[in-house]
């Protein structure tokens, strides 16, 4: 696609529940992110991934939070046993090289634990 | 320990006057800065970057300038429209391979 697609848009999950929060990047992009923004705060890393290199992974709160990148393409965020705190705006970016060139958002996941 | 501020969490500017957006930093590894714009329920939105080796960056009505010795960086848009009303992010990364690092938001109002 022409930008990059998160899926879903919208997800309000049980307390205790895992989710899955998933992220395509744009085509060719090697580098791809993934921040979190929880109300009223600015954008918080996770985690991110570059070709096959190991994810450099320093911005995951909880070892609830994991992600994976099949194929150097798609990506998948899990969280388990969400909490409420876990309530946030899941961003995922893309871009060519990591952190010299700027990088693409997509539309962000709302996540809602109840 | 916030790497890259915005101390201005809003900023209200009439249509047609500059605007001029605010961020500091503290990690001098940091070489190259961008500003993302934000609509509500958008992902944020690439506007302008700069790299250190310069101190100023234009693309239409906006610019950006670059302080090193101050640690400092602003976003000027003039002259401003409504359509500029908008969370701005500062976002800031090292050469060494960090990810960005973004700044807590300034939001923006122009008002007609």
Same mark, same amino acid.
């Given at each position: 696609?022409?930008?990059?697609?998160?899926?879903?848009?919208?997800?309000?999950?049980?307390?205790?529940? =895992?989710?899955?929060?998933?992220?395509?990047?744009? !085509?060719?992009?090697?580098?791809?992110?993934?921040?979190?923004?929880?109300?009223?705060?600015?954008?918080?890393?996770?985690?991110?991934?570059?070709?096959? !290199?190991?994810?450099?992974?320093?911005?995951?709160?909880?070892?609830?939070?994991?992600?994976?990148?099949?194929?150097?393409?798609?990506?998948?965020? +899990?969280?388990?046993? +969400?909490?409420?705190? =876990? &309530?946030?705006?899941?961003?995922?970016?893309? !871009? #060519?090289?990591?952190?010299?060139?700027?990088?693409?958002?997509?539309?962000?996941?709302?996540?809602?634990?109840? | 320990?916030?790497?890259?501020?915005?101390?201005?969490?809003?900023?209200?500017?009439?249509?047609?006057?500059?605007? *001029?957006?605010?961020?500091?930093?503290?990690?001098?590894?940091? =070489?190259? #800065?961008?500003?993302?714009?934000?609509?509500?329920?958008?992902?944020?939105? #690439?506007?302008? &970057?700069?790299?250190? *080796?310069?101190?100023?960056?234009?693309?239409?009505?906006? +610019?950006?300038?670059?302080?090193?010795?101050?640690?400092?960086?602003?976003?000027?848009?003039?002259?401003?429209?409504?359509? =500029? &009303?908008?969370?701005?992010?500062?976002?800031? &990364?090292?050469?060494?391979?960090?990810?960005?690092?973004?700044?807590?938001?300034?939001?923006?109002?122009?008002?007609?």
């Amino acid at each position: 696609g022409a930008g990059v697609s998160q899926s879903p848009s919208n997800k309000v999950t049980e307390k205790g529940k =895992d989710v899955e929060l998933r992220c395509d990047p744009i !085509s060719g992009h090697t580098a791809l992110y993934w921040y979190r923004q929880s109300l009223g705060q600015g954008l918080e890393f996770l985690i991110y991934f570059q070709g096959n !290199s190991a994810p450099d992974k320093s911005g995951l709160p909880s070892d609830r939070f994991s992600a994976e990148r099949t194929g150097g393409s798609v990506s998948t965020l +899990t969280i388990q046993r +969400t909490q409420q705190e =876990d &309530s946030a705006v899941y961003l995922c970016a893309s !871009s #060519f090289h990591r952190g010299r060139t700027e990088a693409f958002f997509g539309q962000g996941t709302r996540l809602t634990v109840v | 320990d916030q790497q890259v501020k915005q101390n201005s969490p809003s900023l209200s500017v009439q249509e047609g006057r500059i605007s *001029i957006l605010n961020c500091d930093y503290t990690n001098s590894m940091f =070489d190259y #800065f961008l500003w993302y714009k934000k609509y509500p329920a958008e992902g944020p939105t #690439f506007l302008i &970057s700069i790299s250190s *080796i310069k101190d100023k960056n234009e693309d239409g009505r906006f +610019t950006v300038f670059l302080n090193k010795s101050a640690k400092h960086l602003s976003l000027h848009i003039v002259p401003s429209q409504p359509g =500029d &009303s908008a969370v701005y992010f500062c976002a800031a &990364s090292a050469s060494v391979g960090q990810n960005f690092v973004f700044g807590p938001g300034t939001r923006l109002s122009v008002l007609p």
